[in-house]
Nanobody, 124 residues
């Protein structure tokens, strides 16, 4: 069983930066990808950025390309999301999820393991 815990959310002004973290209890052979998914109030979940933990290749959603950067510390089983040039529309609950082989790296429904989320609020 993979357990995920997010942290680092908070309130930041528009144009500011924030780094959120995802700690995994352990990454077994049942995990090939990790993804950051966000959900704003009243909206569907959106895959933001996915990371192949073996190839270390990243997949970014169009809305965050050039602003967000994902990284992993495999020794610590940590996944990070550095968010720069934040906009009010980035306001959402951000979830970390993990799975073996998603239908598409950014397809949130493909992921089996989920954390509880961390809230990111960007004020205008």
């Amino acid at each position: 069983q993979v357990q995920l815990v997010e942290s680092g959310g908070g309130v930041v002004q528009s144009g500011g930066s924030l780094r959120i973290l995802c700690g995994a209890s352990r990454l077994t052979h049942s995990v090939g990808y990790m993804v950051w998914v966000r959900q704003a109030t009243g909206k569907e979940r959106e895959g933001v950025v996915a990371f192949n933990i073996y190839s270390r290749f990243s997949y970014y959603g169009d809305s965050v390309k050039g602003r967000f950067t994902v990284s992993q510390d495999s020794a610590k089983n940590m996944l990070y999301l550095q968010m720069n040039s934040l906009k009010p529309e980035d306001t959402a609950m951000y979830f970390c999820a993990a799975g073996l082989q998603p239908s598409h790296p950014l397809e949130a429904t493909s992921y089996r393991y989920w954390g509880q989320g961390t809230q990111v609020t960007v004020s205008s």
